[in-house]
């Protein structure tokens, strides 16, 4: 079946490090793809998407591509915030069974220190 | 814009008895609702996807006539743990979808159930 695998957390940095959440996904199909944060006390945000391979998303700093060759779609900032401290969760949606279904991974928390 | 509430954030309710928990869609029509599960440290899990209107789908494994979901509105869905047990002590998110941008879910801040 479809799964979401990404690295186990805690990560801690350093404000201004880079940034590297790794993804990976076994899917059929074609999948989207799917980073979303989890702030502190609120909801799942939709960080960004890609819906096709080599596709980029892009928001607020982060990226990550949609690598189908390698089965990945690796999350990255060049230089973090405080602010960034979240739980990040890489997703999978649109195959089998439903196109809207998200697959999660198992999110990793993200701790940013002065 | 798209904001989803939930209620209770939090809820604690001895064994036996029902809880229901409310998730809305503050400032957009949801076509479709969707209600996961997550238990600590552990991914998201979906439990079922409803649409308004209509009779929820459940995933494989999860018990209908426990976990009762009624979307009777755009703008509200309901989820009722029926006869709760310790097992069912978990944190229950919700997440909501409007026709006019696919792929978008958007989450609620969870419901944390606790069992005793």
């Known amino acids: 079946g479809n799964s979401v695998t990404q690295m186990e957390g805690p990560v801690t940095l350093s404000e201004e490090a880079f940034l590297t959440i790794n993804c990976t996904y076994t899917?059929?199909?074609?999948?989207?793809l799917f980073w979303y944060v989890q702030y502190p006390g609120e909801g799942l945000q939709l960080l960004l998407k890609a819906t096709k391979a080599d596709d980029k998303g892009s928001n607020k700093g982060f990226e990550a591509t949609y690598r189908k060759e390698t089965t990945s779609f690796h999350l990255e900032k060049g230089s973090v915030q405080v602010s960034d401290s979240a739980v990040y969760f890489c997703a999978l949606s649109g195959t089998p069974g439903g196109y809207n279904k998200l697959i999660f991974g198992a999110g990793t928390r993200l701790a940013v220190h002065p | 814009g798209a904001v989803v509430s939930q209620h209770p954030s939090w809820v604690i309710c001895k064994s036996g008895t029902s809880v229901k928990i409310e998730c809305r869609s503050l400032d957009f029509q949801a076509t479709t609702m969707f209600w996961y599960r997550q238990f600590p440290k552990q991914s998201l899990m979906l439990m079922a996807t409803?649409?308004?209107?209509?009779?929820?789908?459940?995933e494989q494994g999860v018990e209908k006539d426990k976990f009762l979901i009624n979307h009777a509105s755009l703008t509200l869905s309901t989820l009722t743990v029926t006869s709760a047990h310790p097992e069912d002590s978990s944190f229950y998110i919700c997440?909501?979808?409007?026709?006019?941008?696919?792929?978008?879910?958007?989450f609620g801040p969870g419901t944390r159930l606790t069992v005793t």
């Open positions: 997440s909501a979808m409007g026709s006019g941008r696919p792929y978008e879910q958007y």
């Open positions: 409803s649409n308004e209107g209509s009779k929820a789908t459940y």
């Open positions: 899917a059929t199909g074609y999948p989207s």
